[in-house]
Nanobody
Framework: QVQVMESGGGLGQVGGSLALSCTYS????????MGWFRQAPGEEREGVSC????????VYRDSVKGRFTISRDNTKNTISLQMNNLKPEDTAIYYC???????????????????????WGQGIQVTVSS
């Protein structure tokens, strides 16, 4: 059974920084592309960033490019998201996910609903205040 330990998030200031991380157990972590998704109140869930198995290829949604950095440590089964220059529109619940579709050539960050319950964290609240 896959277990996910989440950390980070909370309250940030406009222009400030926050960091998120998820550590997985019960998963062949280095076999999976990984991603971060977010859902704001009243909005659909959207892909924020993803990283390929080897950690060298990444995708970012346009609104976070240059501000967010995704990384992974396959020796620690951990995925992280460093968020800088925060904006109020970054306010959302953030989810880490495995078994996602990460396509740097097409710019795709997609998830499969059937896998959410099995391979995702419970969500981390990020609130950016001005």
């Amino acid at each position: 059974q896959v277990q996910v330990m989440e950390s980070g998030g909370g309250l940030g200031q406009v222009g400030g920084s926050l960091a998120l991380s998820c550590t997985y157990s019960g998963l062949n972590f280095d076999h999976f592309d990984m991603g971060w998704f977010r859902q704001a109140p009243g909005e659909e869930r959207e892909g924020v960033s993803c990283i390929k198995v080897g950690g060298l290829s990444t995708v970012y949604r346009d609104s976070v490019k240059g501000r967010f950095t995704i990384s992974r440590d396959n020796t620690k089964n951990t995925i992280s998201l460093q968020m800088n220059n925060l904006k109020p529109e970054d306010t959302a619940i953030y989810y880490c996910g495995a078994a996602i579709e990460c396509d740097p050539e097409r710019g795709w960050i997609r998830y499969y609903a059937d896998y959410v319950d099995h391979y995702w964290g419970q969500g981390i609240q990020v609130t950016v205040s001005s």
